[in-house]
C-alpha cells in the first residue's frame, strides 16, 4: 500500500472501457464524486487490450459509439465501415477529453478486493496502492477482459516469443522470416490470422474447433450513408432497441421456413455480400429453427468450399454445429489466407497438442517456431468478477455464491451484494447485442436508479434472491428456444473446463428494454430496499 489513509467517494466504478468512462460523467452529472479504478495505465478497457494486428469492430461504427451526446455523434466521423482498433481507442480518449474524464480516473490500480461491512452499509475497495470506502460499488469490467490461458504441457519449457492477441504488447509486432504458430480460431485471431500470414515465413494454424465467418468487406465510410445516418441520429438509435441483437441492420422479419428457396439464397449473396454479422438475422427462424438455421449455415459452408482450393482444407474449415452457435466472426480474407503456401492447417480434434518443447509445438508432427500465438479467448462475462475478492453480506464470497452458474437480475444486481451494481452483467443482452447501447442503457438505468434512492432516502438496494432465480429461469428458458444451447461457446461457459456450464446472455433487446422499464415503474419491483435481517 502506498498510502494507508482511506479515501472516501459516494461511487467506486471499476474499469475506465465505454461502459466506466459513461458512468463517471453520468454521476458526476447527478452532483456525486466517483473514482474509476483502472488495471492499465489508460482508458479503452478491451479496446486497450486487444491490439493484435486486424483487430477490428464487428459492428459498424455508426452503431458501435455513443449516443449520449446529440454534438459528439454528429461530430465525430468515422473513417470507415467497421473500425479498427487504434480508431477507437483515439474514439475513447475524445470522448474522455471532450468531458474532462481523464483526472477521475486513478490508472494501475487493479481492484483486488471488495468487501460490504453491513453495519456501515459500504464497500472498502482495495487495490495494489488504495484503500477505498464507498456507498455505490459498480463494476464496468466487460464481458471479455479476463484471457483464457491453457495450461498446455510444456508451455513453461518454449523459449521462443509467446503472445497472446488479448493482451498484445503496445509496440508493433514484425512476424517477418519467423515460424509462427497460432492456437485458437475464434473471432481475435480470423483478425489476425490474414495480416500475420503476409508476413510470416511460415504459419501454423492450431484449431479445435472451425467457425462461421462472414467477410466484412470493410472499407471507407461512405459518405451517403453516414450522411443519412446522421440525419436521423436519435431515431436509428432507437432502432437498436427494437432489434432481436440490438443493431439497427439485423431486423428482417421474414422466415426461411416460409420463403422460396431460390429467393432465400439470393438473400443470403446479398447478405455475404453486404451484412456482416446480420447475415445471421438475415431471416427471423436462423436463431430459432434448426432447419432453418441449417439453410443458413449450409450456404457458409458452400462458400468456404468455393473460397478454400484445396478440399481437405475446406473440410476442416468448415463448421458442423449450428450457425452463430459460437459467435459469429466476421472477416477480411480470412478463408482466402489458406490458400497461401506459407499457411498450414493443424487440426487438433484428430491430433491435440501433446506437448510444447523450447523450439516447437508437437501435435500430428513437431512443428519448430519462433513465436507462439495464444488466441485461446476469455473467461467470459464472470470472469473479471470472480476474480475479485467481493465479499458481500454475512461475508458471503462471490465466487461461492456463482459456483453452481453466475445468477444475477437483470444482468445488474446480485442477491446478498447490497448497492453494487454491473454494467452488463450475466442474465442481460450484453454480448449477445450491440455493446455500445446495452453499455448506454444500463449506465442510465443505475444512474437513475441512484437518483431515485436519493430523492426517496433509501440507504441500500439489493436483488430479492428470486427475483433473480426468476429471472435466471426466464434466461434459460428463451435461450432453449433457440439454437444457442446446443453448441460448446463461451455464451454458456463451456471454453473454461472447471467453469460451471449455465447459459449467460439474456436473448431479445426488445423484451429486455421493456422489462427494464416495467421494473422502474413498479418503484424498482424485484429489488429490496433497506433491507432488514
Ligand atoms: P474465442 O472466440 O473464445 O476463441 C478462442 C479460440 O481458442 C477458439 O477457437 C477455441 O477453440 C480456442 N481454444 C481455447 N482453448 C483451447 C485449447 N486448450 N486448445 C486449443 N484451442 C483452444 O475468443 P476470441 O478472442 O477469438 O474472441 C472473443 C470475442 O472477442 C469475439 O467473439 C468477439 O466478440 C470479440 P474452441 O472453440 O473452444 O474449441
Not at 27 to 49: F, M, N, P
Request: hydrophobic residues 35%.
Amino acid at each position: 500500500m502506498n498510502d494507508q489513509t482511506i479515501k472516501e467517494f459516494d461511487a467506486i466504478i471499476v474499469g475506465a472501457g465505454f461502459a466506466g468512462i459513461y458512468q463517471l460523467l453520468k454521476l458526476r452529472r447527478l452532483g456525486l464524486s466517483a473514482v474509476i479504478l483502472e488495471k492499465a495505465d489508460q482508458i479503452g478497457g478491451t479496446w486497450h487490450w486487444n491490439r493484435y494486428p486486424g483487430a477490428r469492430c464487428d459492428i459498424p461504427s455508426l452503431e458501435y459509439s455513443y449516443q449520449f451526446d446529440e454534438d459528439l455523434q454528429q461530430e465525430w466521423n468515422w473513417s470507415e465501415k467497421y473500425s479498427a482498433q487504434p480508431e477507437i481507442l483515439e474514439y475513447i480518449n475524445h470522448v474522455a477529453d471532450r468531458f474532462e474524464l481523464r483526472d477521475g480516473i486513478n490508472f494501475e490500480e487493479e481492484v483486488s478486493k471488495a468487501t460490504f461491512i453491513e453495519s456501515e452499509s459500504k464497500w472498502y475497495v482495495e487495490t495494489s496502492k488504495n484503500k477505498y470506502e464507498t456507498r455505490f460499488c459498480i463494476f464496468a469490467t466487460g464481458c471479455l477482459s479476463v484471457p483464457n490461458k491453457p495450461n498446455f504441457n510444456g508451455l513453461e519449457n518454449f523459449e521462443g516469443e509467446i503472445l497472446q492477441t488479448s493482451t498484445w504488447p503496445q509496440e508493433e509486432q514484425n512476424f517477418s522470416g519467423k515460424k509462427v504458430a497460432i492456437i485458437g480460431t475464434g473471432s481475435s485471431a480470423i483478425q489476425s490470422i490474414p495480416l500475420i500470414a503476409e508476413q510470416a515465413e511460415e504459419l501454423y494454424v492450431f484449431q479445435r474447433t472451425p467457425n462461421y465467418s462472414i467477410p466484412s468487406n470493410n472499407g471507407p465510410m461512405d459518405k451517403e450513408v453516414e450522411k443519412q445516418v446522421k440525419s436521423r441520429y436519435p431515431e436509428f438509435r432507437k432502432e437498436n432497441y427494437l432489434n432481436g441483437f440490438g443493431i439497427a441492420a439485423m431486423s428482417d422479419e421474414a422466415l426461411i421456413s416460409e420463403s422460396d428457396p431460390e429467393e432465400v439464397n439470393a438473400n443470403f449473396e446479398e447478405n455475404w455480400k453486404n451484412a456482416g454479422l446480420g447475415f445471421f438475422g438475415g431471416y427471423a427462424d436462423i436463431p430459432l429453427d434448426v432447419d432453418a438455421n441449417a439453410v443458413a449455415a449450409n450456404f457458409v459452408r458452400n462458400k468456404i468450399k468455393g473460397i478454400v482450393k484445396d478440399p481437405h482444407t475446406a473440410a476442416l474449415l468448415s463448421p458442423d454445429y449450428h450457425i452463430g452457435g459460437k459467435r459469429l466472426c466476421v472477416d477480411t480474407g480470412y478463408f482466402e489466407t489458406f490458400n497461401k503456401e506459407n499457411v498450414h492447417l493443424i487440426n487438433l480434434k484428430e491430433n491435440p497438442i501433446s506437448e510444447i518443447t523450447s523450439n516447437s509445438i508437437n501435435s500430428d508432427e513437431v512443428y519448430e517456431i519462433d513465436t507462439l500465438i495464444l488466441a485461446t479467448g476469455f473467461d467470459a462475462m464472470t470472469g473479471a468478477l470472480t476474480n475479485i475478492d467481493i465479499s458481500g453480506r454475512d461475508n458471503i464470497k462471490l465466487k461461492d455464491q456463482w459456483k453452481e452458474g453466475a445468477k444475477s437480475y437483470l444482468g445488474l444486481g446480485i442477491s446478498n451484494f447490497p448497492n453494487l451494481f454491473t454494467v452488463t452483467g450475466p442474465g442481460s443482452p450484453s454480448v449477445l447485442s450491440n455493446m455500445m447501447p446495452s453499455i448506454e442503457q444500463h449506465v442510465n438505468w443505475i444512474t437513475d436508479c441512484i437518483d431515485w434512492m436519493i430523492k426517496n432516502e433509501k440507504k441500500v438496494i439489493e436483488s430479492s434472491a428470486t427475483a433473480e432465480e426468476d429471472w435466471m429461469v426466464l434466461v434459460n428458458e428463451i435461450a432453449d428456444m433457440t439454437i444457442f444451447t446446443d453448441t460448446k461457446s463461451w455464451y454458456n461457459g463451456s471454453n473454461i473446463e472447471s467453469k460451471a456450464k449455465a447459459f449467460l446472455p439474456f436473448i431479445g433487446v426488445p423484451v429486455y428494454t421493456e422489462k427494464l422499464e416495467e421494473v422502474v415503474s413498479e418503484n424498482y419491483k424485484g429489488f429490496i430496499f433497506d433491507r432488514v435481517n
